[in-house]
Structure formats: structure tokens, C-alpha cells
């Protein structure tokens, strides 16, 4: 994963893990890798793991079993409700970037459309 310099870092993965519940390499209930396992993955300090376990626990998406592991919350509409409020999110930011330039929703409509119509 290459990170952004002005976006911390501990924010960047936890958008990756929820990036990764929504797309299903990652499912409610499953246990997360450990501290270690997960420094290494990522190549970031320990301590920086411990800001991405404390973040999700803290949007309640995960939650620590003591000296077992942390997990993520057993709902079955964390993938669906993870996915809505992301693209919630990034259309939100969008459509305000878009409105910048003074484009009217009807000329972002059609961006979109247009844009939409190369995946087709």
C-alpha cells in the first residue's frame, strides 16, 4: 500500500480495512491479525497499529477479546452499511469539488453518465 503524505497514515489503513470488509477479503466476526502480523503487513510502526485498532474500535467496527485478539463486529450489514456511507462520502466530496468550477448538478449529471457509459 502506498500512503499519502497529507492523510495520516493509521486513517489510510483503517480505510483500507473497511475497503477490504465492504469487498469481502474481510467478514463480520473474522479476527483481525495481531499487532505484529499487522506492522509487517503494512511496514508501519507497532504503535501505529495500536491508533488503527483504537480507531476502529472507536466506530465501532471492531472490538479487542483480551489476550486474544481484536475482531471485527459480527453484523451482517457491516459490508452494506460500510459501502453506503463510503460512497456516501466520496460523492459528497465530489459533488463539493464539482461546485467549485460552477458546475450545475445537471452538467455533473452528465459527466457521470458519460463517465458511466466507458464502464458499460
Known amino acids: 500500500m502506498e500512503f499519502r503524505t497529507n492523510y495520516p497514515i493509521y486513517l489510510q489503513i483503517v ?19 495481531s499487532n505484529a502480523e499487522l506492522a509487517m503487513v503494512y ?22 477479546k ?23 462520502s466520496l460523492t459528497h466530496q465530489f459533488v463539493t469539488q464539482m461546485q467549485t468550477y460552477h458546475f450545475t448538478p445537471e452538467k455533473i449529471t452528465a459527466l457521470l453518465n458519460e463517465q458511466l457509459e466507458l464502464f458499460s
Open 15 to 33: 480505510e483500507d480495512i473497511k475497503r477490504r470488509i465492504v469487498i469481502g477479503e474481510l467478514r463480520p466476526g473474522d479476527k483481525l491479525p
Open 43 to 64: 511496514h508501519v510502526n507497532p504503535n501505529t497499529v495500536q491508533r488503527i485498532f483504537h480507531q476502529l474500535s472507536a466506530e465501532g467496527l471492531a472490538y479487542a
Open 66 to 88: 483480551r489476550g486474544i485478539g481484536t475482531y471485527i463486529i459480527e453484523d451482517a450489514s457491516l459490508p452494506d452499511t460500510l459501502r453506503q456511507q463510503i460512497g456516501a
